[in-house]
Every structure is written in C-alpha cells, then in structure tokens.
C-alpha cells in the first residue's frame, strides 16, 4: 500500500524539472526586482545628489557675481580702497568672510584692497594664496582652493583679472571641514549625509563640508563644475528612499513565484501522464515516416542520376557515330582537292582547304570527346612511363605561337591504361592553351607520393573564379565558344577509373593548376564495374 501510494505521489522528470524551473524563476524575479528596487535607490539618489549639486553650483555662480561686482567697484575707484570695502561688506554674510583685491607685480603678488577677516593692503601674498592667485590669472572663470594656516582651514574663491589686468578679486571663509554640517529641510543636503570634496576624487585633505560624521564612502560620487575646477559630492541615505513598498516587492514576489510554481506543476503533473502514451505513438510514427520519406527521396535522386547520366550517354554515342562519317568524307575530300589543286602556299584555295581542315579537326575532337564519354570503357592496365605519355601528347598537340612548354620532374612508372591516361593529358594540354590566348608558360611536372604519382599540368592563363571551379566537372559545361564541355568530366572518370583522384586549384588573371594523382598499383572504381 505504501509503495503504491509513493509511485502515485512521486513527481516525474519533467513535473520536477517545471517545479524547479518555476522555483528558479521566481527566485530570479525576486533578485531581479531587489536589483531594480536598489537600482530606483540609487536613481533617486543621484538625483538628489544632482539637485544638491544644483543648489551650491547657483550659489557660487551667485559667488561669482558679487567677484565680478566688486572688481569692476575696485577698478573705477582704484584710489579709493574704501570704496571696496564698503562694497565688500554689503555682501558680507558671516563674520569669518573676508574680501581682497591682490595685484601682480613682477613676481610678487600683494594685496591693494580688502575689506573683513583676512590680509590688510600692502600685504604680500605667499605659499597656498600665492598658489592660487597665479592659477586665478591663468584661469578663465572662477578658481577655488583650501588654504590651511596652522589648524585654520580658508574656503578661498578667486576670479583674475576682475579688477584689470594682473589684478584677482578674492572671498575667503574660514571653514571647518570635520564638524557634520546641520541637516534638515532647510540645509541644501535635506536628510541625506553628503561629503563636499574640492577635487574630482574622495580625497580626505580636499574635503569642505560633511553632514555626517563619518564620512559617506558607499554611495553615490556625482562631480560637477565650480568655475574652472571640478568638485564632487558623496551621498548616501540613512533611510529607504523606495519607501517601505519597495523594500517589501521582493518577498511579495517571490511568495506569489512560489505558488504559482506550486500550481502548475500540479496541473503539469495530472495532464502529463495522460499525454504520455499518444506523445509516445505520434513520435514513434513520425519517425518511421521521415525515415521512408528520407529513404525514398534519396532512391528517387539516385534513379533520376542514373537516367540523366544513360540518357546522356545514349545521346553522345548517338551523335558520335553519326557525325564520324561525314566528317570523314569531308576530310577525304578536301586532301584529294588539296592534291588535286597543285594549288601554292599563298592561293586562296589552298588557304580556304586549311581553314576547312582546322574546323574539320575541331569538329572531330568533338566527336571523340562523345564517344569517349558514352564508351564507359574500363581502363586495361599495364607498365607506363609517365614521360613518354607527356611526349606523345605534345606530339599530337604541340604548343602555338607564343607558349613556352616547361618539363619537370623524374621519370615515373605507374600501371594504367595508356590511352585514357593520354586522351587526360591532352584535355589538360588543350584547355591550357585555351587558357593562354596571348601566350605564357605551359608547365608539366612530375613527382611521387607515398604509393602514387602526381602529374600536375599548370598554365600561366586567364585563371577561374569560383563559381567556374566548382563547375568545371560537370558534363557539357563550357564557358569557351568551342567544344562542348566534356573533356575535363571525361578527365575526371579516366582518373577516378584508375583509383586516382583529379585536384585544380586557380587564381583569376594568373592561371590554373590540375594535379592528377595515380595509385602506383591501380584499383578500379567500383562506380564503372
């Protein structure tokens, strides 16, 4: 009773294998909304940061304003200091703020106005303020920097040339960097705990102003412009800006995953099992039918193969034969008109005979490429030396005009059919000099490999693209306004017949390259028995 009850209980595979997705999912969906929920953290946060970054960058443009205003008041009124000063501290708002204008001369710096805490008028100017009053001149728009006298710490803002020329209109507050600023709604941070940097890095010695004690690392870096340098903001929140909503998401949908999960792999298991047995059926009788229909296609594809292949062949022999004849008769008749004539080199009559003996001769290797594609002949092996066969073929073909003909290579014995192997080589030899109608380098070569022997015929000819390379076997396909197509197919079987295997290899506008490779001891292929 027990054992039936587990095997009725159990889980299958693919119901385990659902759980277990659904499961993985809604855990996944759970991350994925606690990374979203972190990533809108983050998202309002820097946008808090960037309104902060707002609120102080207005406020030292506003800085650098009243610098504009008072050195133009420092500048019309040069010989009145007071001037300034009253100036000054109409926009005083602490008592820790001070108010100078400093003059270049040479290479001291002095000051030649002032007004609240800070330097008096003659003083000059040395270490950080000398500092910052040359990178004032060499600066366009307002420069910024932390003078550090003993344990007093100066804010200093500097606009150069605001009085003229050589002249720096500065605002100095004493600052203290360490002490957590104020916050609330009214402060320009609100809630957040921020660290003011004069530096583009965390850098502890650049700090200005902290709302926390200790000092923001984790959150957010948002660097902005003052003027000519650039300061960055370290924010973080000590509470949830999501609200307590988005901090809940995660477990909500991870619980609601979880029983989905639960749910549909329960219906997943009751369906299942009784699909099993069609699923079973239908995907065994699918398989039988793509087998019959693979098999039966690739029957029909040998049949058509063969019928195609027989009727070509008929067709060849047929033409052949009746074309043997007449071109036989023609040539007959035309020696006998040659001799008959007693007709010069230079007659018209005799040139007119030589025209027709050429298309005569032509026409016959036409005839003799179909015969010997319809014949199927099976080679009749014996002893060869592959040299000779390269001498008769040049015999009968000899190079025209403008080709030079390149032997190389050791003589080589192989067993083959002396005649088939022949009619190849002067396919190769014909085609090359198809190949090469302004002239070239007709190169054969010869050479062994482990149990064969290489002949490789190489033209310095017009060359194949691949399209032609790939066709070049084909029976009756020909891109030249002569023959028909069936030297290199017949090529092919001669070779294939001797157990040998044919390769081309070419470059367009360079030429072409055919190896025949030759077994030593020939075995014949099985497709001609």
Known sequence: MTGKWVKRWSLRPISAVILLVLAAAAAASSLLTQNFAA???????????????????????????????????????????????????????????????????????????????GLVVGQALSG??????????????????????????????????????????????????????????????????????????PDPSALVVTSAKDLPVAGIQYPFRVGADTWLIVASSPRSLVGSLGQDMPWIVLVFGATTAVLMTAVVETMGRRRDHASALVEERTVALASAIAERELVQAELSRQENMAAIGRLAATVGHELRNPLAVVTNVLYLMKVGSKAGPSDPLHRHVATAEREISAATRIVSDLLDYAARRGPILAPVEVSDLVTEAFQVVPPPAGVEVVREGEPQVVEADRDQIRQALLNLITNAYDAMPRGGVLTVSTATAPGSVQITVTDTGTGMDEQTRDSIFTPFFTKKTRG????????????????????VQTVPAAGSSFTLTLPVLAEMASALQ
Request: aromatic fraction near 4%; proline fraction near 4%; hydrophobic fraction near 40%.
């Open 128 to 201: 950080d303020q000398g500092t910052l009053a040359r990178r004032a001149l060499a600066a366009k728009g307002l420069v910024s920097g932390l003078l550090r006298d003993g344990g007093t710490v100066r804010l200093a803002f500097a606009l150069g040339g605001a009085a003229g020329p050589g002249t720096v209109v500065w605002q100095e507050s004493a600052i203290s960097p360490t002490t957590p600023a104020p916050t609330g709604p009214t402060s320009p941070w609100g809630s957040l705990n921020v660290a003011i940097y004069l530096s583009d890095r």
């Open 484 to 503: 028909i197509g069936l030297g290199l197919a017949v090529t092919k079987r001669v070779v294939e017949a001797h157990g040998g295997t044919v390769a």
């Open 39 to 117: 990533g809108q953290e983050r998202l309002i946060l820097r946008e808090r940061t960037a309104e902060v970054a707002a609120v102080l960058g207005s406020a030292y443009t506003g800085t650098q304003t009243s610098l504009q205003l008072l050195g133009e008041i420092a500048r019309s009124d040069q010989s009145d200091p007071q001037s300034f000063a009253d100036a000054a501290r109409a926009v005083t708002t602490t008592g820790a703020q001070g108010w100078l204008v400093t003059t270049q001369s040479g290479t001291s710096v002095r000051v030649t106005a002032a007004a609240g805490n």
